[in-house]
């Protein structure tokens, strides 16, 4: 079994270590989104845009919406975890 650090431990069940990650997650999927709409864009001039290949696109394009998501529910998570932390800690 794997022990970690208590501040560690900490950090993760508040959810700052996500909240910390949160805006890189973010300029990486922009980044990932405005070369899919290019590749997109390009398949469309080229006429070589089929419908598999849009919904393809349609597909990167949700899934990097998702991680940023899923990386914000996290930290909406850590908060209410540490709400109720120190509710009961009074």
């Given amino acids: 079994m794997i022990e970690f650090d208590q501040g560690l431990v900490e950090l993760a069940a508040t959810g700052t270590t996500a909240a910390l990650l949160l805006d890189a997650i973010k300029m990486i999927c922009a980044d990932g989104t405005t070369r899919i709409i290019d590749r997109a864009v390009e398949d469309v001039v080229n006429s070589r845009l089929t419908p598999d ?32 932390m120190e509710h009961q800690n009074g």
């Fill in 53 to 84: 290949m849009a919904m393809t696109h349609v597909v990167e394009l949700v899934t990097l919406r998702r991680i940023v998501l899923q990386q914000e529910q996290r930290i909406a998570q850590g908060k209410a975890a540490r709400a109720r």
